[in-house]
Each structure stands twice: as C-alpha cells, then as structure tokens.
C-alpha cells in the first residue's frame, strides 16, 4: 500500500496541474469563459503549491 502522504509524488502532480492550466489561459486569449477558469484554476494552485511545493522544495535543500 501506498504512503498516503508522498509529497514528492503530490509535487510532480500539482507541477503537472500548473502546466496544464497555464497551457489553458494561453488557449484562452479569445474565449473569456476559458481564461477566467484557468485563472481560477491556477490561484488554486497556489494554494497547493504554499503548502506542498515549498515545503519539498525546502525539503530537498537541507
């Protein structure tokens, strides 16, 4: 069975996430309804990132 908590794995995604939604706002230049979700998408992210992405990021820097 699977750690619940792989942070490194859980990074990768939200990394992936990130990517996508980014891709998403760019397709988005002239469909307003595209680019405001993506932009939503991406402030959830953020989130995700403060509270998984930084701590492995600091993580692997000791």
């Given at each position: 069975?699977?750690p619940i908590h792989?942070?490194?794995?859980?990074?990768?995604e939200i990394r992936?996430?990130?990517?996508?939604?980014?891709?998403?706002?760019?397709?988005?230049?002239?469909?307003?309804?595209?680019?405001?979700?993506?932009?939503?998408?991406?402030?959830?992210?953020?989130?995700?990132?403060?509270?998984?992405?930084?701590?492995?990021?600091?993580?692997?820097?000791?």
């Amino acid at each position: 069975m699977e750690p619940i908590h792989d942070l490194k794995k859980m990074d990768a995604e939200i990394r992936h996430i990130k990517s996508a939604a980014e891709k998403l706002s760019r397709m988005g230049e002239n469909f307003p309804a595209l680019a405001r979700n993506a932009h939503r998408i991406l402030a959830s992210v953020k989130m995700l990132e403060l509270n998984i992405c930084d701590p492995v990021a600091l993580d692997m820097d000791d």
